[in-house]
């Protein structure tokens, strides 16, 4: 076998790679993102791009329509309408989530309308995979799902049996919070994961997106007292200054950004760098990699 088809084998099958002493060493993922061209990138919809408004800066989130496309329009209309505006942060639970929304929303006399938009929505767990995005499959496997991988970006996985696929709740991705009945959500609380990948929630909460860039706001937050996190006294609370799509943003105040596509060659072998990590300070590469350890680069868009 020549050496090209071997390591086209090793790349697709997941395999440990490994280097003789008189070959270079593989590709680290400073070098495959140094390697890429303009066509390994892409710019994020302004549509569907959300931005939070901090004190201390701005969290850039893209939105996943392909996945829950009427949660999503839900929270560009609630944007627009300038809906979250002076909320807060009212959940910061360690290791856990960040979760925002309307301090009174338990009192129908005191919580902020919606206006024309429905305050709950039909749950967006899964979708058909047909008609769903192209997929990389990561050749690791996984515990929660009989095949994952990505797509548009973002970290997905399937059941070809059933035909569903699903974002899956890896560090920074987004969500519609909800109470006990599975339709009780519908974009109004938003949370964002800032600890160890809680997959147990996989199909039991719509997920909407995932931040891009931002995630030390949300992260470096002071964890609530009570119960699962929240804030205990009002003054405790983080006040949301704003949310806006990009696209509702002059264009000189929006961050220009580019994420790296997951659709790409470049991006197999950014994924096979970090499977197998061969910078000097790692003395036992283990040749596995779980789909939440597989980052999807950001970088400020080049001209």
Same mark, same amino acid.
């Given at each position: 076998?020549? +050496?090209?088809? #071997?390591?086209?084998?090793? %790349?697709? *099958?997941? &395999?440990? /790679?490994?280097?003789?002493?008189? !070959? ?17 990138? +892409?710019?994020? #919809?302004?549509?569907?791009? %959300?931005? *939070?408004? &901090?004190? /201390?800066?701005?969290?850039?989130? !893209? ?241």
């Amino acid at each position: 076998m020549n +050496r090209s088809l #071997a390591v086209a084998l090793v %790349l697709l *099958l997941g &395999l440990p /790679t490994t280097a003789r002493a008189d !070959e270079a060493p593989p590709p680290t993922m400073a070098d495959v993102l140094e390697a890429s061209t303009p066509a390994d990138w +892409r710019r994020p #919809a302004p549509e569907d791009t %959300l931005y *939070l408004e &901090l004190a /201390t800066g701005r969290v850039v989130i !893209e939105l996943a329509a392909a996945f829950a496309p009427k949660h999503v329009a839900q929270i560009r209309a609630l944007a627009n309408a300038k809906y979250y505006d002076g909320l807060a942060i009212v959940r910061v639970q360690e290791n856990y989530v960040v979760q925002w929304g309307d301090p009174d929303a338990a009192d129908a006399e005191k919580r902020r309308s919606t206006g024309d938009q429905p305050r709950t929505l039909a749950a967006e767990f899964a979708r058909p995979i047909e008609g769903a995005p192209a997929f990389a499959r990561l050749a690791d496997g996984d515990v929660y799902a009989p095949e994952v991988g990505h797509s548009q970006g973002f970290p997905v996985a399937r059941d070809p049996k059933q035909g569903t696929t699903w974002l899956a709740h890896c560090y920074g991705m987004l969500g519609a919070g909800r109470d006990d009945a599975a339709d009780s959500g519908g974009g109004t609380e938003l949370y964002v994961v800032i600890g160890h990948a809680p997959r147990h929630l996989d199909r039991n909460v719509t997920l909407v997106g995932r931040v891009l860039t931002g995630m030390e706001h949300l992260s470096t937050l002071p964890r609530g007292s009570a119960a699962m996190g929240f804030h205990e006294k009002a003054e405790q609370r983080v006040p949301i200054r704003a949310i806006r799509l990009a696209n509702e943003v002059p264009a000189a105040e929006r961050s220009a950004l580019e994420v790296f596509r997951t659709d790409t060659a470049a991006f197999q072998r950014l994924v096979e760098s970090r499977r197998n990590r061969r910078e000097p300070w790692f003395l036992d590469p283990t040749g596995r990699i779980d789909l939440c350890n597989v980052p999807v680069p950001v970088r400020a868009a080049k001209d």
